[in-house]
């Protein structure tokens, strides 16, 4: 895996919201006088019938290419939905794609061409993962001079099976020496957890996993122990797409950039998104398990600190927000949060939006004007209508939005989480987000409970984000930095000038420097006589 997919798993991106799905804002309405229809055959090579949701995807142009969308530019490719269920082989089903479609019904596409490509979403895994294997795609199909409603409807055929994709975590790319390569193989391990907690929760069994990195010569000093750093992804990482940052750890530390700690890579995906360790009523105890279970379970297995200055937390964006959900919460248990580009950590700028204000619309501001989600150095890439609605036809499970539901919003009466906001009007429930504040806004909780946690968690926040955050994080970020202020907190904040959410890490034409300097402050937290210093 190349440096370039690794840097993408620090980027959560704010991508995917989803809820029941319904006909979008701009679908050809009910009484438009023709839908257009698409038909898709599902393969004689399938030997069994299948369910999931049927998602036909149309771009502009020639090149018969894998048709994606671009959370970047939303509106560049059309995608439709349908749900299907008992799906035999060789049978054909037709979809409506005027009805749950966005940027808007396919019937209002100007004549051109395009190319088309079906995928079949078996795992409802789409809206988080993207394709995943055992998912069903068609061939990229070209549509020369197409002129939507006339001539031959289009017709696709889903022929192939989506595949596991090699995990090429010692990528050349990583520029690993032949020791390296070896080191880093032997010193990382999957720690695979059953969670008593999780488990009751869920009635069945759940799991806690993490790739753990030991540091160089851990084997050779048998009577060492190290700190520990505790690393949380970003929205749209697994335990299987942070891999790689398990070798580029390893490699750093052998090259002496880093010192030595043990790494506990957390996974926090799961298929309602990320579920940030937080405690919720509708993902179950994950910051239970974490610090009671887990930690525990890992201390046993480990030469590990096992103490509060030997506990540390780092991670980027949805992770960085864990990282500070987890030092607030459990003041007492670690010793230091070094969270970089969290998501927003104070509601009243939730990516620019006060989701306190009276009558607050999570589409429009009080001037009629779209919130933006996504910049690129002042630019406007995307809306948060935009992405909501495009998320919203990509499944009802998994997106970033609806991640927030799940970790942050009460139970409604159907078992789902209740919607912080409307879907199709951008409507603020000020109900849910009332329990929002009381139970997960970080600077509220600070501030209310600093007599009971300000003692333990004085001095132990490090925060990092760009000025020209791409999702608009920095707003949140000097609210927080403000109510910190107000405490005397000896709080850290560092707002880095021009940077962005992707690539906030860079220093110099380093990718990564800034996990070097984040890890010696770690080191000094844990080893305050140390005096360690990186390798010129």
């Known amino acids: 895996m190349n440096s370039s997919r690794i ?4 980027i959560p991106g704010l991508f995917a919201a989803a809820s029941a799905a319904y006909c979008l804002g701009q679908a050809v309405s009910s009484h438009s006088p023709q839908h257009l229809f698409f038909h898709v055959i599902l393969g004689p090579q399938q030997t069994q019938a299948v369910s999931g949701r049927l998602l036909i995807f149309v771009e502009r142009g020639t090149k018969l290419e894998e048709v994606r969308v671009n959370e970047f530019h939303p509106t560049g490719v059309y995608v439709a939905a349908k749900d299907v269920s008992d799906w035999k082989p060789g049978e054909t089903v037709d979809i409506d794609v005027d009805n749950i479609a966005y940027p808007a019904g396919y019937s209002t596409l100007p004549s051109g061409d395009y190319v088309t490509q079906a995928v079949l979403d078996t795992a409802h895994k789409f809206a988080y993962y993207g394709r995943v294997a055992g998912d069903l795609e068609s061939a990229p199909t070209a549509l020369a001079h197409w002129i939507p409603g006339q001539g031959t409807e289009p017709q696709l055929t889903l022929s192939n099976v989506v595949q596991e994709h090699p995990n090429d975590w010692l990528s050349p790319r990583l520029k690993l020496t032949v020791e390296e390569k070896q080191g880093a193989t032997e010193s990382t391990k999957l720690f695979d957890f059953l969670s008593p907690a999780l488990t009751r929760f869920w009635g069945r069994s759940m799991h806690i996993r993490a790739w753990v990195v030991v540091p160089p010569g851990y084997k050779e000093h048998p009577k060492q122990r190290y700190p520990t750093v505790y690393w949380t992804h970003g ?7 942070i891999h790689p940052f398990a070798a580029m750890v390893y490699q750093r530390m052998a090259e002496g950039k880093m010192p030595p700690m043990i790494w506990v890579l957390l996974d926090e995906s ?9 405690d919720s009523v509708n993902n179950g105890p994950w910051g239970t398990a974490l610090t009671t279970e887990a930690i525990p379970a890992l201390e046993r297995q480990y030469r590990m600190d096992a103490k509060p200055s030997g506990r540390l937390l780092n991670g980027h964006s949805s992770g960085g927000w864990a990282t500070l959900w987890l030092q607030v919460t459990y003041p ?6 070094w969270p970089t580009s969290p998501d927003p950590s104070d509601f009243h700028d939730f990516t620019g939006i006060d989701l306190y204000a009276p009558r607050a619309n999570a589409y429009t501001k009080p001037d009629g004007s779209a919130y933006p989600l996504v910049r690129d150095h002042g630019q406007v890439m995307a809306t948060v209508e935009q992405l909501t609605k495009l998320e919203d036809v990509l499944g009802p499970y998994g997106g970033q939005m609806a991640s927030f539901d799940w970790v942050f919003s009460p139970r409604g009466p159907g078992g789902r989480p209740e919607s912080m906001f409307n879907r199709a009007t951008g409507d603020v429930d000020p109900t849910v987000v009332a329990y929002w504040q009381q139970h997960y806004d970080i600077a509220y909780r600070v501030a209310q409970q600093w007599p009971t946690i300000g003692r333990d968690l004085r001095g132990k926040v490090h925060l990092y984000v760009g000025t020209a955050d791409t999702f608009y994080l920095d707003g949140a970020a000097h609210l927080l930095d403000a109510v910190f202020q107000s405490l005397h907190a000896d709080e850290h904040f560092n707002y880095i000038p021009g940077r962005t959410h992707m690539d906030l890490y860079r220093v110099g034409k380093d990718p990564f420097g800034l996990f070097d300097q984040i890890a010696a402050q770690m080191y000094a937290v844990a080893r305050p006589k140390a005096h360690w210093k990186a390798k010129e």
């Open 7 to 10: 840097r993408s798993l620090l």
């Open 235 to 241: 929205f749209g990482g697994t335990l299987d797409r």
């Open 270 to 278: 799961s298929p309602r998104g990320t579920h940030e360790f937080a």
């Open 332 to 337: 007492k248990i670690f010793g230091g949060s």
